[in-house]
């Protein structure tokens, strides 16, 4: 770092440009208003001829077949989570069944409004590059109609010159299937119901039914049992046995087909905290204490009202596990976890206040107590607020991490900060200019005069940026590390 006053740096862009593609759509589930239109839509399907179900069935796979893979067997599915609507009687033929299930079933294009708040990452896999070359996967946050968001992934390349090339995506684009008989740590369970609050006689006859590792189901069981459900008629004992279930289904595993690629994956929204989003995951590459590496995101859940931090963790982008963070300090947006473990703890960037970067230490990567302040507004570029954009980075110098600082006009810029490696509470370096700011090309958009990145990568002596323009589209920039360091005053 300089001790003069130090050059203006500023990154580079270089491309490509990824714009959000309509085109690309998920088959979902279409849920009427009421119970009573559901069954009145499946009367008037059974009331057809069989001449004119074939047609009407063979009407909707003509046009959807090839939008889609196994569309019969996606509406087959929908059909066994309606059938509930059908009349008693003889049961429906295969087609009347798939008809009925198409009726159930809509297109959602996850990226129609934007594709931004990207966040990057070495992949797992390295094998079969060009000497210098690294693979990466890039995960980006994906906005569609009423503004729900998702996350949607891409893979590419960057040269050993450091030129990005982005695989094309697959056209298919498929939803992960829920694990079924995923297992819950029942210590953990209880550790997470007090820090919610959920403490209750109830609560503690709940746990005494289930083992060490229970399922989803064995809770549903226990929580059926006739001494429990007599229990139920206390209100607070009600109110106990939601706040359990809401936990443990906000704590689940979803697995993609083992064959699908990356560019396929979507995961949408599929619990009551994230119903209305799931936004600007930033994923880092976290090494355990015994060397092995896992995947984590810490993203926000938004429920339509409130905005919670989460977590995501993975370790090859096919089978995720969505868990939540617990402890006073769990609120407002943009927690970003250190890749590793310092001085026996994890270590966490926020910005509970809104306003400023706070750090907290943690002996349990679920559980976060007490932030401190780490780094205030001080430049006018940065004067409404500031937050991280990702990770921290490790560098020989320091943690290096990328920020974002709101100004006048409500204008957001990407600056940058160095930490001490082992004492990170210290702040050792800071650029006084921004790194990156919207030029004339990217200040239109969804949410003009912003650009925004949720994490950067380091390949050799060069940061590789991915960053939002304007909360629609994607786009790409580096920075020389050593002149990054060297700007820092």
């Known amino acids: 770092m300089s001790k003069h006053k130090p050059a203006v740096l500023h990154a580079k862009r270089i491309g490509p440009t990824l714009v959000p593609d309509p085109s690309r759509v998920l088959m979902r589930p279409f849920r009427p208003t009421t119970d009573d239109i559901a069954r009145r839509i499946v009367a008037r399907v059974m009331a057809l001829p069989d001449d004119q179900v074939a047609r009407l069935l063979s009407q909707v796979l003509g046009e959807f077949a090839d939008r889609h893979e196994q569309v019969e067997a996606i509406f087959r599915k929908r059909f066994t989570q309606v059938e509930m609507y059908l009349a008693p009687g003889a049961p429906p ?35 079969g590059l060009p000497r210098g070359a690294l693979r990466f996967i890039l995960s980006l946050r994906a906005t569609g109609e009423g503004h729900i968001s998702s996350i949607t992934f891409r893979t590419g390349t960057a040269s050993a010159q450091h030129r990005i090339t982005l695989l094309p995506p697959v056209p298919f684009a498929t939803e992960p299937e829920r694990v079924p008989n995923a297992a819950y740590d029942k210590g953990l369970f209880v550790q997470k119901l007090a820090e919610a609050g959920v403490q209750h ?14 399922t989803l189901q064995e809770l549903y069981e226990a929580l059926a049992a006739p001494d429990l459900v007599a229990e139920l008629a ?50 880092v590459r976290f090494q355990q204490d015994d060397g092995s590496f896992i995947y984590y995101a810490t993203y926000t859940a938004y429920d339509g009202k409130i905005t919670l931090p989460q977590l995501l963790e993975t370790t090859d982008f096919v089978h995720f596990k969505f868990n939540t963070l617990n402890g006073p300090a769990v609120q407002n947006k943009g927690m970003a976890l250190f890749p590793r473990k310092i001085n026996g703890q994890y270590v966490m960037l926020s910005r509970q206040d809104d306003e400023n970067i706070l750090l907290m230490f943690s002996d349990n990567v679920h559980f976060w107590q007490t932030p401190q302040v780490l780094l205030a507004p001080a430049q006018p570029w940065e004067f409404i607020k500031i937050g991280n954009c990702g990770s921290p980075i490790e560098t020989e110098a320091g943690w290096l991490v990328l920020s974002h600082g709101v100004g006048a006009m409500r204008k957001y810029c990407l600056g940058a900060f160095l930490l001490d490696l082992h004492d990170p509470s210290r702040v050792i370096g800071r650029l006084t200019e921004p790194l990156l700011s919207p030029n004339e090309a990217e200040r239109e958009g969804y949410v003009p005069n912003v650009v925004y990145t949720c994490g950067a990568l380091l390949q050799g002596r060069e940061l590789i940026i991915p960053y939002a323009m304007s909360d629609s589209a994607t786009s790409f920039a580096t920075v020389s590390l050593d002149e990054l360091l060297a700007a820092m005053e």
Do not use: W
């Not at 006689?201 to 229970?214: G, I, P, Q, T, Y």
């Open 201 to 214: 006689d109830f609560c503690r006859h709940v746990m005494d039914k289930l083992r060490e590792a229970f």
């Open 234 to 283: 206390d209100p607070t004992a009600a109110r106990t046995a939601r706040g359990i279930l809401l936990l443990a289904e906000s704590n689940y595993e979803v697995s993609f087909a083992p064959d699908s690629r990356a560019s396929q994956r979507v995961l949408f929204p599929s619990s009551p905290s994230q119903s209305n989003g799931i936004e600007d995951a930033r994923f």
């Open 93 to 127: 033929s295969l087609e009347r069944q798939m008809l009925i299930g198409a009726h159930f079933t809509h297109e959602y294009s996850p990226e129609s409004a934007a594709l931004f708040n990207p966040s990057i990452v070495p992949h797992p896999d390295q094998s």
